[in-house]
C-alpha cells in the first residue's frame, strides 16, 4: 500500500519554478512531521525542506532558503514544495518524506523518516 505519493517533477531553465506534491494518508499525515529529501546519482539522501505537524514550525537547509517554500494542506492531507529561481545544481530525485520527528528542524537525518514516496525527477537546465 502506498503511504506517500509524490508529483511535479520534471525540466525545467535556470531561473524557473516549479511545485512538487505529496499525498498522504490521513493516518500518516495526522500525526508526522512532513518534507522534502534530495538524492543525485552516487550521492546521499539530503533534507531540503520540512514541516511539523499542524505547521507549527518549518526549516529548510541553507541552499534552498529563500527560495523554496513548504507547504501542508491539513484538509487535504497534501504536503507542498514551491521551488522558485530554480539552478542547475538542485537538479535531483526529490522524495516526500513522513517523520515522527515533532520539529521540522528535527527531521533533517535520513535515519528520522518512517515513510518515503516513490521520488519524482527535477532537472534544472542552464
Known amino acids: 500500500q502506498v503511504q506517500l505519493a509524490d508529483t511535479g517533477g520534471g525540466l525545467v531553465q535556470a531561473g524557473g519554478s516549479l511545485t512538487l506534491s505529496c499525498a498522504s494518508s490521513k493516518r500518516i499525515f495526522d500525526i508526522y512531521s512532513m518534507g522534502w529529501f534530495r538524492q543525485v546519482p552516487g550521492g546521499e539522501r539530503e533534507f531540503v525542506a520540512g514541516?511539523?505537524?499542524?505547521?507549527?514550525?518549518?526549516f529548510y537547509a541553507e541552499s534552498v532558503k529563500g527560495r523554496f517554500t513548504v507547504s501542508r494542506d491539513d484538509s487535504e492531507n497534501m504536503v507542498y514544495l514551491q521551488m522558485n529561481n530554480l539552478v542547475p545544481d538542485d537538479t535531483a530525485v526529490y522524495y516526500c518524506?513522513?517523520?515522527?520527528?515533532?520539529?521540522?528542524?528535527?527531521?533533517?537525518?535520513?535515519?528520522?523518516?518512517?515513510?518515503w514516496g516513490q521520488g519524482t525527477q527535477v532537472t534544472v537546465s542552464s
Open positions: 518524506a513522513a517523520s515522527p520527528a515533532h520539529t521540522a528542524d528535527a527531521m533533517t537525518p535520513m535515519s528520522t523518516v518512517r515513510y
Open positions: 514541516v511539523s505537524r499542524i505547521g507549527i514550525s518549518t
